[in-house]
């Protein structure tokens, strides 16, 4: 009888590692056919992966690697723009089904996490959720989403914080893709928080100098 229950535990184990390697190629095969069909693959691959599909090869990585192959002005849109659309309508699938599902959706969230996400959002309101949209991994961003959900968290609200927070993100990711190239993935992992607030940094002063710039022009202009 222990002969027998401790083959059925090493034949699931192997089913599984099975399942798991052919999961993963699928993906991934999946992920290499999708991008080579350029922006609107990439689009395709930000819905599946903002969902219940999890990508071997996220919108992040495709991005920098299409973008570090041609980063022309039109093609930073053309990219920024896919995957900030693909993965904003991936999340409001997500938050519709969590929204229906109600707590159950919450079975692999911790309460910890439940309510920090509740606090942040109720304090913070859809600046959590562009915040959020900024963090790179291993943040759980998924758990962020269905939380909203679950809280009936107001639906313009989050897909106003996704769009803010998403084109930040991919606009971060494309300017330094086109100046270095693949090695922006490995820049992300070892300092992506400070890259971002950097950059972020340095894009609100740069527009707050515009925006002055332009006001005292107006003034000289009015003053004539």
Same mark, same amino acid.
């Given at each position: 009888?222990?002969?027998k ?9 192997? #089913?599984?590692?099975? $399942?798991?390697?052919? $999961? /993963? @190629? ?8 999708l =991008? #080579?069909?350029? $922006? ?14 999890? %990508? ?5 990585v495709l ?14 849109? /053309? ?10 309508? &991936?999340?409001? =699938? ?16 911790? @309460?910890?996490?439940? @309510? ?6 109720g ?25 909203? +959900? ?6 313009k ?14 606009? =971060? ?18 300092? &992506?928080?400070k890259?971002?607030?950097? %950059?972020?940094?340095?894009?609100? =002063? ?6 002055? %710039?332009?006001?005292?022009?107006v @003034?000289?202009? +009015? &003053?004539?």
């Amino acid at each position: 009888m222990g002969a027998k229950s401790g083959s059925n535990v090493i034949y699931r184990f192997y #089913s599984f590692i099975f $399942w798991f390697v052919k $999961w /993963k @190629e699928f993906f991934s095969s999946l992920s290499q056919a999708l =991008i #080579s069909y350029g $922006w609107i693959g990439l689009f395709v691959i930000g819905v599946l992966d903002s969902t219940f599909v999890p %990508m071997p090869s996220g919108p992040d990585v495709l991005l920098v690697v299409s973008l570090s192959l041609d980063g022309s002005v039109l093609n930073i849109i /053309k990219f920024v723009l896919a995957a900030t659309l693909g993965s904003t309508i &991936g999340c409001v =699938i997500l938050y519709t089904v969590s929204k229906k599902a109600g707590v159950r959706a919450l079975q692999r969230v911790s @309460e910890h996490r439940r @309510e920090y996400v509740r606090a942040m959002l109720g304090k913070y309101d859809l600046f959590a959720v562009a915040a959020a949209c900024l963090m790179p991994p291993p943040f759980p961003f998924k758990p962020f989403i269905l939380c909203a +959900g679950v809280f009936n968290f107001d639906l313009k609200r989050l897909v106003t914080g996704l769009l803010i927070g998403r084109l930040l993100r991919y606009t =971060i990711l494309a300017v330094l893709a086109r100046f270095f190239g693949q090695a922006t993935i490995d820049l992300m992992k070892q300092h &992506g928080p400070k890259i971002l607030i950097v %950059m972020l940094g340095v894009g609100v =002063i740069f527009f707050t100098v515009r925006y002055l %710039m332009s006001r005292r022009r107006v @003034e000289v202009s +009015g &003053g004539l």
